[in-house]
């Protein structure tokens, strides 16, 4: 955690109200954060995960049905694939949130829809670029094509050519956007490195409001909701497992976890490469910011928090629909850890950065 090298902060008032909130706050610089995050996590991020991508494809390409070992090997490259993906779901601004890119939709919308991956499937008549096959693209639906069925049924199905080429038109499908992606932040590294002001439009709003949505899906989406512990406007929903992410391969918990660390590697400003650098943890530093959930300094609770919820997850013996069943008084305990996190980030954080919450689930929390 460095010493910022740049952090300037102009008053609306005096040097004496910076800690006082949002109202305290007329406009934020904050470059050396954005150009950390921007040339050490986003990009080479990115750059990862296009290859895990092209790994994937070359995979594929070299699939043979006749062979357990080739169809073991497929499945672990589909396994990197997808904790990779965990490592960018948090950048959805800029190119990746351009209309015709969405990467979120576009890659790992689940839970996926079986009957319509099939009928793609059967049909042979398909248009993966429609929003209709959103949820039938993507890594879940090769999440569904490569697990759920036994290794002996899916080598007998994979005969299939069929079945294989859907793979690689979904696996081409993402990748045409993820190599948009890489290109395209070439120019808009400049944009968001060089972006002042804490508007809707700002590196800022944007940076926080999808670092906050992306850990608000780990808390609802990826664990509260399966187990049942998620609401809707305040209804509360079943438990439902054949909800959770990555249901066939059984890593639910294992993309959990991983997304967990991603996210904690970006707030403490670690870059791919190890070096500890500017993050979030060092503007909160920089504010002085109190939290308002447990005593005592903001940046430390939430670095903590992170600690304790990686922890508790890592915990687990099993796959999250087992646990739900079979173990949820622990589930509960962890739901309870990571809902504890979003006050810190959605209210305390957020006053501080001076930003509107622009994007949310539907908890109400």
């Known amino acids: 955690m460095k010493t910022l090298k740049s952090f300037t902060i102009f008053l609306l ?15 934020v610089e904050f470059s050396d954060l954005f ?22 494809n070359l995979e594929l390409n070299n699939f043979n049905n006749s062979e357990l070992s080739s169809l073991e090997s497929l499945q672990q490259k589909f396994i990197d694939t997808y904790l990779s993906w965990q490592t ?19 890659i790992n919308n689940f839970p996926t829809d079986e009957s319509r991956i099939e009928s793609n499937i059967q049909n042979n008549d398909y248009n993966l670029d429609v929003a209709s096959n959103y ?5 879940p639906a090769l999440d569904y094509i490569l697990f759920h069925a036994s290794q002996d049924e899916l080598l007998m199905e994979l005969a299939d050519e069929s079945r294989v080429n859907y793979m690689k038109d979904c696996v081409s499908n993402m990748k045409s956007r993820v190599d948009y992606v890489v290109n395209a932040w070439d120019a808009y590294r400049n944009v968001f490195v060089g972006s002042e002001g804490n508007d809707q439009n700002s590196s800022l709003s944007l940076f926080f ?9 780990i808390k609802r989406n990826k664990f509260a909701l399966p187990a049942g512990f998620a609401t809707e406007y305040g209804i509360p929903i079943s438990m439902d497992t054949s909800k959770v992410e990555g249901l066939y391969s059984a890593t639910s918990l294992e993309l959990i976890s991983a997304n967990l660390r991603a996210l904690e590697d ?43 919820c990686k922890e508790l997850v890592n915990e687990f013996s099993n796959d999250l ?22 006050p810190m980030i959605k209210n305390d954080m957020r006053s501080y ?12 929390d």
Do not use: H, W
């Open 209 to 217: 409001n999808y670092f906050l949505y992306d850990y608000e899906q």
């Open 88 to 106: 960018v779901s948090a950048f959805e601004f800029g190119p990746a949130g351009e209309i015709s890119v969405l990467l979120r939709s576009n």
């Open 135 to 139: 949820s039938a693209k993507g890594l």
């Open 353 to 364: 950065f001076s930003v509107t919450v622009t994007l949310g689930d539907s908890d109400g």
């Open 13 to 27: 008032a005096v040097t004496s109200f910076v800690s006082c909130g949002p109202d305290a706050i007329e406009e």
């Open 35 to 56: 150009q950390n995050v921007a040339d050490n996590i986003i990009v080479p991020r990115y750059s990862n995960f296009d290859n895990a991508l092209s790994d994937l």
């Open 266 to 308: 970006l707030y403490l400003g670690v870059g791919e490469n190890g070096v500890d650098g500017i993050g979030i943890y060092e503007m909160l530093k920089e504010y002085n910011a109190v939290s308002t959930v447990v005593e005592g300094d903001l940046s430390e609770a939430i670095a903590n928090q992170f600690v304790i």
């Open 321 to 342: 629909p087992y646990e739900i069943i079979n173990n949820i008084s622990q589930v509960q305990e962890t739901s309870n850890e990571l809902q504890k996190m979003v």
